[in-house]
Structures are given as C-alpha cells and as structure tokens.
C-alpha cells in the first residue's frame, strides 16, 4: 500500500526544470545546497519566537511565509530524490518500520 503517491508531483517538477533548462544544475550537490539554504530560510522565521509564538504562527502575519518556505523546501527534496533515483514511498515505509522496531510503543 501506497503510503506517498509522488506521480503527479515528480512529473511536474521535471517538466519544469527541463522547460528552464535546469537539469544540468540538478545535481545532487547543488540541490542539497539549496535544501539546505531553503531550510535555513524556514529556521530563520522561527528562530527567535518563544514556544508559544512558534505554535500560533499559523494564525498570525508569518503564516503564508512558513507555508511557502515548506512548500520549497518539500520541491527540492523531491527532486533531490528525483535525481538520486529513490521511491520516496518505499523509503519512506522502510523508516517507518524501522523506526518502529527501535522505538516500541509504550506498555500501558
């Protein structure tokens, strides 16, 4: 069962980078630099609010902000995963499996 279905998605990041002629840019490094700047962008918004500040962020000025910055950060870890040629599905319910032997419920 599909956790993910990242179809639509995949077919129309690459579209748009190969209607911009930016496939010879997507490598992988250039596009972990960029996640990585995307993230910093995203951190830099949150990086001085109280807790309380941080969980009503959504319902103040900041809010569309917060929404684009994880909108950019979620493309280029798709197409990271584009490029590496990983089913983020399946990689995806791997973690989770994973994770899910490493940290058993509680008993209670």
Request: glycine share 4%; proline share 3%; hydrophobic share 50%.
């Amino acid at each position: 069962m599909k956790l993910i279905d990242t179809t639509a998605l995949e077919t129309r990041l690459a579209d748009f980078a190969r209607e911009r002629d930016w496939d010879r840019f997507h490598n992988p490094r250039n596009l972990i630099l960029a996640l990585t700047g995307e993230v910093g962008e995203l951190a830099e918004i949150f990086q001085w609010l109280t807790d309380a500040q941080a969980e009503a962020i959504m319902q103040g000025d900041e809010a569309e902000h917060v929404r684009q910055e994880v909108a950019d950060v979620l493309l280029y870890l798709m197409r990271l995963a584009m490029v590496l040629k990983i089913d983020v599905d399946a990689a995806v319910r791997d973690k989770i499996a994973l994770n899910a032997k490493k940290y058993p419920p509680l008993a209670g």
